[in-house]
């Protein structure tokens, strides 16, 4: 990643006429992609009309915390943000471990049936038996309205398995495992001691892809967990973001009419929209060093 | 062979130094690490797969999956003859198709030039602004684009001085669909191209600096051909999922007066099986959409598979 430092001394006025060229793009889609958060999060904290009458393009106006406030004074908001919490925490724990047990034997070359079996996880990545047959076995197996509805049938992830089980098989050095063998140490002893605290770096990724995608659901939810007790906050936020609607604890809560009702609903959109993408936001940044090497590590084909 | 090991086992791992036997007796810990993990698999995929063929029958719930009367094809007559079913497989198919199109080459432009990029600080920041989108619920994304769109007040009216109603015209759906998606995952896409293009040995660039190649000329004769099989394998990924346009975001921003375009498949499988409960009719409504994926991996993957040998999905 560090190739291109140390080459300053041969660099011609061409060479930096295409420098200069190079970051002038990079600052343009940089500036694309950075700007629709920050105009939400400036507006979050503005007064809604100035930000529909467009007086927010760069700097808050008549800064408030009212949006946030009202985020976190309405019950069913912090009943979502709790339940997100709760299967994002229990979640990424058990897809984490079910990960491991499935990619550590799947990298051990000599085990007999390897190659069958990683088929048999395989197969599931590119056919399923789709909406409805899952949902019915769901249903048949009693989970629904059951937390777990979110955890076990997404069964083995695939794709996030083969990543680990390359890792384990180009990063880890044999001569350890090796060592263990011949010191008796049992398979599992091996797992423990030595796979499993020297693959830290892509365990780390693999938390973090799993935090986000428990985080961020709502589709799982919406269909297997029913009823308004145990939906997780982007659900929650539907009916603010996509139905415009205000839930019923705001509109008892706020005096003043229609009018300001209407301008606390605006308000909550953009504060809500913060409050949700901001914890994944900024987990992503203390892993991102071990992407590339993680999917260096997926992409070379064990 | 060992009795109830033997399933999983194949001749061509006979010629190990062991006998075989004795290596299952070796792993048996492995094996049970396999034990939920297959369970899982069993119960929660390969029982639905099985379930399909609820497709064929007429399901009820008195009868259940297994129990209820076989009736052929009939659900799939009525697919075909619905009012709406050449516009959804039209929708479904130029909606990916467009996304493939434009946002196929925009991760790979961004990750050639990212890479060229000389300043290493500012290369970092841009690579994490880049990816946050991708760490937004799917959810939160589309509040912003009904936000964004809004006809009084969103940014977009406000800039260009007018007050449509983006989401009630269906000529705008799939500009606005593809547009976010670029949005959101063009810069997550850029990663293993930047992973691909780390590997590249250093001395190839000096040695073309020498030459007086110019950085137009480095990417194009040293990176793009670095980056060859993995576009082609990623190419193959995608037009084996043509047919997958994601439920989510078609769902979201669908409205009554866009639906001549964002009237897709997957949203149709939702609404008649989860929706109405029509179990059977969804069901052999998704497994079309399934098979005609497989069709198209299938297709593309022998084109490319005479393209570049060296390529071949997993």
Redesign the interface.
């Known amino acids: 990643m560090n190739t291109m430092t140390k080459s300053k001394k041969t660099t011609g006025f061409s060479e930096k006429v295409s420098d200069y060229i190079l970051v002038a793009i990079c600052a343009v889609v940089l500036f694309i992609v950075a700007y629709p958060l920050y105009y939400v999060l400036i507006a979050s904290v503005s007064n809604p009309y100035d930000v529909y009458a467009g007086k927010t393009f760069l700097l808050p106006s008549q800064f408030t915390w009212d949006g946030y406030k009202a985020v976190f004074a309405d019950p069913g908001i912090l009943l979502g943000y709790w339940n997100s919490i709760k299967y994002t925490v229990v979640g990424t724990i058990f897809s984490v471990v079910i990960l491991y047990l499935t990619a550590y034997p799947l990298s051990v070359k000599e085990l007999p049936g390897r190659k069958a079996l990683s088929i048999f996880f395989i197969i599931t990545m590119y056919f399923g038996g789709g909406l409805v047959p899952t949902y019915l076995i769901v249903k048949q197996t009693g989970l629904i309205n059951n937390m777990w509805a979110l955890f076990l049938p997404g069964g083995v992830a695939v794709g996030n398995m083969i990543i680990v089980r390359n890792f384990f098989e180009n990063s880890i050095p044999k001569e350890m495992i090796e060592a263990a063998n011949i010191d008796g140490a049992s398979k599992w002893t091996t797992f423990i001691k030595i796979v499993v605290p020297l693959s830290r770096s892509i365990m780390a990724v693999m938390v973090v892809f799993s935090m986000v995608a428990y985080w961020n659901d709502w589709f799982t939810a919406m269909i297997y967990l029913p009823g308004t007790q145990k939906a997780p906050l982007p659900l929650v936020l539907r009916n603010i973001l996509i139905k415009s609607s205000a839930s019923a604890s705001q509109a008892s809560t706020i005096s003043g009419g229609y009018a300001e009702l209407n301008k606390m609903t605006e308000m909550i959109k953009f504060s809500s929209i913060i409050v949700a993408a901001l914890p994944m936001l900024i987990i992503y940044p203390f892993v991102q060093k071990y992407f590339e090497k993680g999917f260096m590590a997926g992409a070379v084909k064990g | 062979m060992s009795g109830s090991?033997s399933a999983?086992?194949?001749p061509?791992?006979m010629s190990?130094g062991k006998p075989?036997e004795k290596?299952?007796k070796?792993?048996w810990?492995?094996?049970l690490?396999?034990l939920?993990?297959?369970i899982?698999?069993i119960?929660?995929?390969?029982?639905?797969?099985?379930?399909?063929q609820?497709a064929f029958r007429d399901y009820k719930a008195s009868r259940g999956?297994w129990g209820s009367e076989w009736i052929g094809l009939e659900w799939f007559e009525r697919f075909f003859t619905a009012p709406t079913c050449a516009r959804m497989i039209k929708n479904t198919l130029l909606l990916s198709f467009y996304s493939l199109l434009w946002g196929f080459p925009i991760p790979v432009i961004?990750a050639l030039?990212?890479n060229?990029?000389?300043?290493?600080r500012?290369k970092r920041?841009?690579?994490?602004?880049?990816?946050?989108?991708h760490?937004?619920?799917?959810?939160?994304i589309?509040?912003?684009i009904?936000?964004?769109l809004s006809p009084?007040?969103g940014?977009i009216n406000?800039i260009a001085g007018t007050s449509i109603d983006f989401l009630t015209e269906s000529a705008a759906f799939r500009t606005i669909y593809i547009a976010s998606g670029i949005?959101q995952d063009a810069?997550w896409g850029i990663?293993?191209y930047?992973?691909?293009l780390?590997?590249?040995d250093?001395s190839l660039?000096?040695a073309a600096?020498?030459d007086g190649a110019?950085?137009?000329q480095r990417i194009l004769h040293i990176d793009v051909p670095q980056l060859t099989s993995?576009m082609v394998l990623n190419l193959i990924m995608s037009a084996?999922s043509l047919m997958n346009v994601g439920?989510?975001k078609v769902w979201?921003l669908q409205t009554d007066l866009n639906k001549a375009t964002s009237d897709v498949i997957a949203v149709y499988?939702?609404q008649q099986?989860?929706e109405n409960a029509k179990?059977s009719y969804?069901?052999a409504v998704?497994?079309f959409n399934?098979v005609v994926n497989?069709i198209l991996?299938i297709v593309v993957n022998k084109i490319a598979g005479k393209i570049s040998e060296d390529t071949s999905f997993?």
């Open positions: 090991k999983v086992t194949s061509a791992i190990g075989l290596r299952i070796d792993n810990q492995l094996y690490m396999l939920i993990p297959v899982l698999t119960i929660y995929k390969y029982v639905p797969m099985y379930g399909i609820i999956m961004l030039m990212l060229q990029l000389r300043f290493q500012f920041v841009t690579q994490t602004v880049l990816y946050a989108p760490f937004i619920s799917t959810m939160v589309c509040g912003m009904r936000i964004f009084s007040g940014l406000l949005w810069g990663i293993v930047m992973a691909t780390a590997s590249v250093t660039y000096e600096k020498v110019s950085m137009f993995i084996g439920f989510e979201l499988v939702y099986g989860i179990y969804s069901t998704g497994l399934t497989i991996l997993i």
